[in-house]
């Protein structure tokens, strides 16, 4: 007697969508990522720039440090060279002590200075010995010439001159390290600021030179950001058109039920245990089962 089984399967054509999206939903799964693609995927830092080196470099110096060596790939520092040992201030604190001590001045002296000396001592003589003349011219007019009132008016005229003269002289002097005090105090204090100033202003031009590296930096990496994400979009774009091929056979499925069809299997036909398996292999394999169906 013949047996009749009825097996519900999908449109053709709908079998045949399905098989075509199983075919290469298994060809791109089993394609891996090639190493290209997978650096090109993976996340990466970008390197340190020639703005931020220098910054780098210039801190270095300011600190008496040597040539920096940086890596070529990455850029960051990788050695420091023997440098100096000499912050960048410290040339003029060094500065600054020679103009302190007791001898700080004399490099401040005026080099003129001998000369005001002599050409005012020279009219000082000058005019001591016209007051001396007068001293005598008035001793022939009151005859009193050559007496010996004459003589110690003449004695004690030149003993203050000698006393006038090296006062005088003396004064100048002091006058001239005076200046020269002063000199080197505001030498030694000019010094002193130049050595706060410099820092800061080294200081200011690292920072501005930093600054400016990290906006490269910001922008560099905002680059190799945007590359890897086009590289994963690009990776993964087969993925999203499959998914969406997917999604519509399953949509046509799942909204449109297919007519199933009857198929009558004679004795003749059955052919033993192999020829069931086929058949009921050729049940499951349909859209149906494989989308839920």
């Known amino acids: 007697m013949a047996e009749t089984t009825t097996i519900s399967r999908p449109a053709p054509y709908l079998e045949a969508?399905?098989?075509?999206?199983?075919d290469l939903l298994t060809k791109r799964v089993g394609q891996a990522p090639t190493a290209a693609e997978l650096q090109a995927m993976s996340p990466q830092v970008a390197g340190q720039n020639v703005l931020t080196q220098a910054a780098q470099q210039q801190a270095a110096t300011q600190?008496?440090?040597?040539?920096?060596?940086?890596?070529?790939?990455?850029?960051?520092v990788t050695g420091i060279g023997q440098g100096t040992g000499i912050a960048g201030y410290e040339p003029f604190l060094q500065q600054a002590a020679a103009y302190s001590g007791p001898q700080a001045y004399q490099q401040f002296m005026s080099p003129y200075q001998q000369?005001?000396?002599?050409?005012?001592?020279?009219?000082?003589?000058?005019?001591?010995?016209?007051?001396?003349?007068?001293?005598?011219?008035?001793?022939?007019?009151a005859g009193a010439f050559g007496s010996a009132r004459e003589g110690v008016q003449q004695?004690?005229?030149?003993?203050?001159?000698?006393?006038?003269?090296a006062a005088l002289e003396a004064q100048l002097r002091q006058q001239?390290?005076?200046?020269?005090?002063?000199?080197?105090?505001?030498?030694?204090?000019q010094q002193g600021q130049l050595a706060s100033l410099q820092p800061t202003l080294a200081a200011q031009q690292v920072q501005q030179l930093g600054a400016a590296g990290t906006q490269n930096l910001a922008y560099q990496q905002a680059v190799l950001d945007a590359q890897r994400q086009a590289a994963q979009f690009q990776y993964q774009e087969p993925y999203t058109r499959l998914q969406s091929l997917g999604a519509g056979i399953t949509g046509l499925i799942s909204g449109y039920p297919q007519p199933g069809f009857s198929q009558t299997t004679t004795p003749s036909q059955q052919g033993g245990p192999l020829s069931s398996a086929l058949s009921a292999a050729a049940g499951v394999y349909g859209l149906g089962t494989l989308f839920g169906k």
Do not use: H, M
Request: charge should be negative; charged fraction near 15%.
């Open 115 to 141: 000369d005001v000396i002599s050409t005012t001592l020279s009219e000082f003589d000058r005019q001591r010995q016209i007051a001396q003349q007068q001293i005598g011219a008035k001793a022939i007019q």
């Open 155 to 165: 004695a004690e005229f030149g003993a203050q001159s000698l006393q006038d003269r």
């Open 176 to 189: 001239g390290f005076q200046q020269a005090n002063i000199l080197a105090a505001q030498a030694f204090g």
């Open 63 to 76: 600190a008496g440090l040597g040539a920096l060596t940086f890596d070529p790939k990455t850029g960051a």
């Open 17 to 22: 969508a399905g098989q075509s999206y199983l």
